[in-house]
């Protein structure tokens, strides 16, 4: 300010001293006048200035004065540096923000009080069949017309989501999608979508297992609650009595034999693969198998021919018990499927690549090609009566996929219906080695 009056002061004494040089008395009044209007041209200018670049808005070309303008320059200059940091700072922000919901792997849609899409994800593209361009502006219940997500859109009530059927799923590959909308801002709403199809066949899967397993145990049990009554309610003879505690002894085997089978696999299913440390004989496994099958056929009462080829110099690496549970149970199979007289033989074979296979062939039934994809699902049987009467738990494929995968191996079926099965395990190379 100081300055500013000092600067005016000056120029009116220098349009004084200038005028009275000039023309005396009367000049130095005409050099006042001058020296004052000198000074506001060059301050309206610089003003002018000011105000020009003020009007670009543009942070570059600021004009460089001392004084008031000066000042008033720096401040807007720096005014609108701040500004424009923090435009871009909300910028990269706002980018990032939008950057997580497009790779969200939840489908994401921004609808208006209308109910228009504004804005959606990659996924919720994939989700809802939508079309990011195409769709915009239109009504989300128009492009979804699932009856239960118009219910829930229509109803209002937020609190819970929605499992509908996604508009790609088809009865070969059903896909579920779990919708939930959230209200937000003025009437505004937030449409989340997550393919909940695994979920959803885990959930049906553990429902199916539960039941099968109650259904299993419920059987032999009301089988033996029934041979208790009647051993306590009538007077029997110690023939019938024996008979019937046989019978009982056979029911209670059966539970015993689904109780351990449900430990075996459950146990499979939650501890890690197993490492290579341990190193077992493929003799001794064969061996035990040959054992396991003659005890069985002698406990079924069936005469027949179990040939166990002797096994290559070889031993497997592994959880020994498990590789012994899984040619076991395939042995077992052939016994059991096999009417009497029948033939099983189990033998070791190379396979490319120094893999092995354990082959166990039977001339059993044999399996219609529909069921083998399904033969290894937990309680799948081709034969309910026939698997029962030999005292099948339903569980054994089961046990030996589990087994194979743990151990990197392959399980390889071949049947043909009337003829008889033949089940091989492949050994991969990486778990053989010869027998020191
Ligand atoms: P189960 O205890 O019923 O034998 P598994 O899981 O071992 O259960 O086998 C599943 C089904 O596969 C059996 O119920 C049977 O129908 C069929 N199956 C398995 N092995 C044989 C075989 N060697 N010959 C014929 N059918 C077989």
Partial sequence: MTARILLFVLALLAGLVAGALVQGERGAVVGIAAGAALWFTVDTFRAARVLRWLRTSQLRGAPHHGGWWGEAADRARRALAAREQQAQDAGRRLDAFLDAIRGSPNGVVLLDPQGRIEWCNQTACVHLGLDPVRDLQQQIVHLLRDPGFAAYYHGGNYAQDVTVAAPASTASRPRQLSLHL?????????????????????????????????????????????????????????????????????????????????????????????????????????????????????????????????????????????????????????????????????????????????????????????????????????????????GGTGLGLAIVKHVVQRHGAELRMESTPGQGSTFSIVLPATRLRPLA
């Fill in 182 to 390: 959230h209200p937000y801002g003025e009437g505004r709403r937030l449409l989340l979508s997550r393919d909940v199809t695994a979920v959803e066949q885990a959930e049906a899967m553990r429902r199916d297992f539960v039941a099968n397993v109650s259904h299993e145990i419920r059987t032999p049990l009301t089988v033996l609650a029934g041979f208790v009554e009647t051993l306590q309610t009538l007077e029997l003879s110690r023939e019938e009595r024996s008979r019937y505690l046989a019978l009982m002894a056979q029911q209670s085997q059966r539970m015993q034999t689904l109780v351990s089978d449900l430990l075996t696999l459950s146990r499979l299913e939650g501890s890690p693969p197993p490492g290579e440390g341990e190193w077992t004989p493929l003799a001794t496994l064969l061996s035990q198998c040959e054992e396991d099958a003659l005890a069985l056929a002698a406990s079924l009462g069936k005469p027949m021919d179990i040939v166990v080829v002797p096994a290559p110099e070889l031993a497997v690496s592994g959880a020994g018990a498990e590789w012994q549970s899984a040619f076991s149970n395939l042995v077992g199979n052939a016994v059991r499927y096999t009417p009497a007289r029948g033939t099983v033989e189990v033998q070791v074979t190379p396979v490319d690549g120094g893999r092995a296979a354990v082959s166990v062939r039977d001339t059993g039934p044999g399996i219609a090609p529909e069921h083998l994809p399904r033969i290894t699902e937990r309680f799948y049987r081709v034969d309910r009566s026939r698997s029962r009467e030999t």
